[in-house]
């Protein structure tokens, strides 16, 4: 029977479900069917970007995995046949598989029931039911540093010059191991921003990734003096080189292994490099000012990256730059139109950030009691989590009501 009273503490505490698959569309169907039952604590997670090793490695006390399938996308199957059974959450394969690779699938996955695309809630429960709980030994995921993602919604929203001195002040304030990583291959601002001229970088070390370990990164990123380390273009490769996307997925999980922090700079056209970072990435910073453009282009965006890439509306923060409380769009036509939380506001100080650029000089470095650097100081506290360290007077009280207003 599927109410049957447990007969010990470890079969009281709900079994942990994970739903995998590759679109939102099969997913969120069977997260329905098991939502409000207290034998279950239900996640989600679509799995076109992200691995599913690594989505298990998010997850390590997921008792039982959930597919979503067919005969076209096994991927998932095959992921979790290559983890060690000893390993590996129990399975349940839920979709229309009739092919002969896919029953081999199934099989070698070590599924422990094959059920319809959509299955009844009672023969869904039962599986679940019979599925072993996982072995409570099993290897914990190697501690990780945590990723943001910086994209502007569109040109000239401050996108890249905000992530340089987020990553900065995560060096210089809170003293963190840093990596800002730029991804324009072309332009390389982050360097022009910081006055650095790299010798290698991405290129280099994807290119190298068969030999490349987290201690071998470091030869392939130049230092700023306050300790940031940068991961770009190298001075004097002119040309739009082509980078490996995978090469350079392993690239940003070995810095995750050093670095505490990385922060990268990305593009919001989606393009291959920045599709990849989306998939490794804890944070994603969306840009924009204060115009009806930049809001379309905004929410445009945010469906894409919550309704078709996967990514979860608590992981994205939506910033006003340049903000202007006597402009025509404010945070509630945002919020409104987006379908997101309360934006994040940095003033207008056009002229500081302007003389930044032209100096080189990050904001930290050339006014640190500036409004603008005092916002971004609560903007990066408020992405890591961590609180930067004790600032006298003014500064202080200023810092500590911007975040406040940040998390209101």
């Given at each position: 029977m599927l109410n049957e009273t447990p007969q010990d503490g470890a079969e009281r505490t709900p079994k942990q479900v994970l739903v995998v698959g590759a679109s939102a569309s099969v997913v969120q169907p069977i997260?329905?069917?098991l939502q409000g039952q207290p034998a279950w604590t239900v996640s989600a997670r679509v799995t076109a970007l992200r691995a599913l090793a690594d989505v298990l490695n998010g997850a390590p006390k997921t008792d039982v995995v959930v597919v979503?399938?067919?005969?076209?996308?096994?991927?998932?199957?095959?992921a979790l046949a290559a983890i060690e059974p000893v390993k590996r959450p129990a399975v349940v394969a839920c979709g229309n598989l009739t092919s002969v690779a896919a029953t081999r699938a199934v099989v070698r996955a070590g599924a422990t029931d094959l059920l319809p695309e959509l299955p009844t809630v009672q023969d869904l429960t039962a599986a679940l039911a019979r599925a072993p709980r996982r072995n409570a030994d099993?290897?914990?995921?190697k501690a990780r540093g945590s990723l943001t993602l910086v994209m502007g919604v569109a040109g000239g929203a401050g996108s890249s010059f905000?992530?340089?001195n987020l990553a900065h002040m995560s060096a210089a304030v809170l003293k963190e191991k840093t990596l800002l990583v730029d991804l324009d291959m072309l332009y390389a601002p982050?360097?022009?921003?910081?006055?650095l001229k790299p010798e290698r970088g991405i290129a280099e070390a994807t290119q190298q990734i068969a030999t490349l370990d987290a201690?071998?990164?470091e030869g392939y990123v130049t230092r700023h003096r306050s300790g940031l380390a940068l991961l770009a273009r190298s001075e004097g490769s002119y040309l739009?080189?082509?980078?490996?996307p995978e090469a350079f997925r392993t690239v940003l999980r070995l810095a995750l292994e050093t670095y505490k922090f990385v922060y990268v700079d990305g593009h919001r056209w989606l393009d291959v490099l920045t599709t990849t970072?989306?998939?490794?990435?804890?944070?994603?910073?969306l840009v924009m000012e204060q115009s009806v453009a930049h809001v379309n282009n905004a929410a445009r965006l945010y469906r894409i990256l919550t309704q078709q890439l996967g990514i979860a509306p608590k992981q994205i923060v939506l910033v006003l730059n340049r903000y202007d409380k006597h402009a025509a769009v404010q945070t509630d036509m945002v919020i409104k139109a987006v379908g997101c939380d309360e934006p994040f506001k940095l003033p207008n100080m056009y002229e500081l950030a302007l003389d930044s650029m032209n100096t080189a000089i990050p904001l930290f470095e050339l006014d640190k009691d500036s409004q603008v650097t005092r916002a971004l100081i609560a903007l990066g506290t408020h992405i890591s989590g961590n609180e930067p360290p004790e600032v006298p007077g003014l500064f202080k009280r200023t810092l500590a009501a911007i975040t406040a207003r940040a998390h209101a």
């Open positions: 997260v329905s069917l979503c399938c067919s005969d076209r996308e096994l991927g998932n199957l095959d099993s290897a914990a995921p905000i992530t340089c982050q360097a022009q921003f910081l006055a201690v071998a990164l739009h080189e082509s980078v490996d970072t989306l998939s490794e990435a804890d944070h994603v910073v």
